[in-house]
């Protein structure tokens, strides 16, 4: 019987120009003397900010340490055969209170000739919108490259961008190439490939605490981006108490919303891949071998692949984005 059991690891907490203060004042989690805090990173491969386990056995140990002494056991055989020793997947809270750069990621294709490193598709789920808050994602007509450039270089660049309204339980899908931005007032939990690469397209002529600009990366988005035009770019899906709600499948994952007011147990035995649950609303007893997690809204569980059954036991009711790889 594998030593492994449902990993919790610390936060890893991000102060960023556009950074708030929801991190601490909705999800309850504290940065201490950071500034602010625009990203928390809940469970990361990352190389130069990997996560360390947060209680149990394992306490401290990196999660690339796991992987290296687990292997399949931990992320599953097709995963680890495909992944080796990188954690495929980077979990996050974003508290936007203002709006980011627009900006893209390029995919794996891209990212691998020039960074030797994976691609970063995403998607976000909105856990608390601000009123009138919104997005950009995509084009709202079709554009090339030539279209895009004029519009960029004359100042233009909004005109051509699709910018949605945003309200809590909103989710968005954002392949690697799809230019966007999450706007002012929004928190937002973000499952996206092991990757850190953005081109940074515009800042809103933006200067930090010593009056610089950030830097740009104009010419290396021209290649990144997908320059099409999609009829829907919010993902569409019912929401619905006490069942397993799909949201994205994709090569890199599939996220389903689970909204219960009631106990479940979950299944997980036919899945060659490990399981994560971000918490974004109430708290359960998540219960493993006759012990007992708990977790609570802002928390995120890593249940490694040799943990088949597990049960979610609530007075409150919960809801979680249930992620892993197919």
Known sequence: MSSLYPLKFKTI????????HKIETYLHKDFGDLPNCG?????????????????????GQSL???LEQYKDELVGKKV??????????LIKFIDANDDLSIQVHPNDELAKKRHNSFGKTEMWYVIEADPGSSLITGFNQEVNEQVYL???????????????????????????????????????????????????????????????KR???????????????????????????NQDVHLVT???FTTNILDFTENTAKDYSNLDSFVIHVCVEGA???????????????????????????????????????????
């Open 250 to 252: 994709c090569p890199y």
């Open 80 to 89: 680890y055969d495909h992944f080796g020793n990188i954690f495929p997947l």
């Open 284 to 326: 359960y007893e998540l219960q493993y071998a006759d012990q007992s997690y708990h977790v609570k809204m802002g928390d995120c569980i890593l249940l490694p692949k040799t943990i088949d059954k597990v049960e979610l036991i609530t007075s409150t009711g919960f809801k979680i984005l249930e992620s892993y790889i197919a």
């Open 215 to 241: 830097e740009l990366h104009t010419e290396e988005a021209l290649a990144a981006i997908d320059y099409k035009f999609y009829d829907e770019y919010k993902t569409k899906y019912r929401a619905e108490k």
């Open 150 to 212: 004029e519009k960029f270089n004359s100042g233009h660049l909004m005109d051509i961008l699709n910018r949605e309204q945003v309200e809590a339980g909103d989710v968005f899908f954002l392949p690697a190439g799809r230019v966007h931005t999450i706007g002012k007032g929004l928190l937002i939990a973000e499952i996206q490939q092991t990757s850190d690469i953005t081109y940074r397209i515009y800042d809103f002529d933006r200067v930090d605490d010593k009056g610089n």
């Open 39 to 59: 990203e928390t990173w809940e469970i990361s491969g990352v190389k130069s900010d990997v996560s360390v386990v947060d209680g149990g056995a394992l306490d």
């Open 13 to 20: 907490y991000k102060d960023k120009i556009w950074g708030g």
């Open 64 to 66: 690339a340490d796991l």
